[in-house]
């Protein structure tokens, strides 16, 4: 991903006005928001290519779109279930090469208005018969996992008999 990202071209924030392209590209990301915020998880699904890679934090790659559907199926009603909110940052750098383009930016998670994570999210997308996939997508909190829970303490073994008991039968 590295070696694709360095053949992008990068456009710089000042005074430029947005590629068509560059346009399309954010739109599909304030596409992914309203979706996954409407528990839409098929709809978040049809924003990525048949052979899309996503990486989310904390567990193995999805492979394909149906299996980031899958993902986005638990993810989106875990969150829908927590009340909580995804909002990213519409200020986000996209750079366009061909029919290759990428977008990186910041998000945060809230519940009932509080932020209970901030973090930064890259986006690689192809453009294919007019329309902009991605392919692959990552993400990350700004904090440190939370700790894992201590596994529950082991019952201790139970008591000898007392001396001159009789045997339980």
């Known amino acids: 991903m590295a070696a694709a990202a360095s053949l992008l071209v990068v ?27 409407g528990g839409d998880a098929k709809g978040v699904a049809a924003l990525y290519a048949e052979d899309a890679v996503l990486m989310p934090p904390g567990a193995p790659p999805s492979n394909g779109r149906a299996a980031i559907q899958d993902y986005f199926t638990k993810d989106v009603a875990a969150s829908k279930s927590a009340g909580a909110v995804m909002v990213l940052n519409p200020k986000t750098d996209v750079g366009v090469s061909g029919n290759m383009g990428w977008e990186s930016g910041a998000y945060k998670v809230t519940v009932k208005g509080a932020v209970v994570e901030t973090g930064k999210f890259l986006s690689v997308s192809r453009k294919k018969d007019g329309k902009w996939l991605y392919v692959r997508d990552t993400w990350n909190a700004d904090a440190p996992p939370a700790p894992a829970a201590p596994p529950p303490a082991a019952a201790p073994p139970p008591a000898p008999p007392a001396a001159g008991a009789a045997p339980k039968k």
């Open 11 to 37: 456009t710089s924030g000042l005074a430029q006005a947005a590629s068509p392209d560059e346009a399309a590209i954010r739109a599909q990301t304030t596409a992914w928001e309203k979706a996954y915020n």
